[in-house]
């Protein structure tokens, strides 16, 4: 379980150790931007039992012993702004729909680029991953073959908008990757998709 909960809290939890120059150590738990629940696991310097922060905004104060309490948004921007406002820009995901078959975005996917558009430009050296999805209608050649040109697509749109060709990777990932579980055969709207990841 400690194990799991570090794996948690490095891939997708952003915490605050903040460490003055006598102890205990501070360390506070952000939440998530996209709300899913996370924690971290906190275990005092002489060794011991260790706790496990798993509220937004829970703190632990760790030195020979941890004392646990919780702050507040309004607190942590008050207290350590300077260094909230050091930390790199969180990863976003965007994901735009497709017609059957093809690579035409239906209309609210297609009005939505300019708006992916401006979060890639907010990113002072954007890393952009384009990864292209099928249903499961097609055999695997002709979904594999799909889905790299959705993938294609976007990226030649936000390429042609201005950004950096070298900035961004597009990828086929065909039916493999389901957002909606079906069958083999299915026709399903969901899952005939690209997502646009920005880091």
Do not use: W
């Not at 959705?150 to 042609?160: H, M, N, T």
């Amino acid at each position: 379980m400690r194990t799991d909960l570090a794996k948690r809290a490095y891939a997708a939890v952003a915490a605050l150790l903040l460490t003055a120059c006598a102890t205990p150590d501070r360390i506070v738990l952000l939440p998530q931007a996209n709300g899913a629940p996370s924690a971290v696991s906190v275990q005092p310097k002489a060794g011991g039992a260790e706790s496990i922060l798993a509220q937004p905004y829970a703190t632990a104060a760790v030195g020979r012993r941890i004392e646990t309490g919780m702050s507040s948004a309004a607190e942590v921007r008050a207290r350590y702004q300077p260094l909230l406002d050091a930390l790199p820009m969180r990863p976003q995901s965007h994901v735009l729909y497709f017609k059957t078959g093809g690579d035409q975005l239906v209309p609210e996917s297609e009005a939505r680029i300019d708006e992916i558009l401006r979060n890639v430009k907010s990113f002072p050296a954007p890393e952009v991953v384009v990864i292209g999805h099928t249903d499961t209608s097609g055999v695997d050649s002709v979904n594999d073959a799909v889905s790299m040109k959705r993938a294609e697509l976007i990226r030649s749109k936000l390429v042609k908008m201005g950004v950096d060709a070298q900035r961004i990777e597009a990828v086929g990932r065909g039916k493999r990757e389901l957002l909606v579980p079906t069958a083999d055969g299915v026709y399903e709207p969901r899952n005939r998709r690209v997502e646009i990841r920005v880091k």
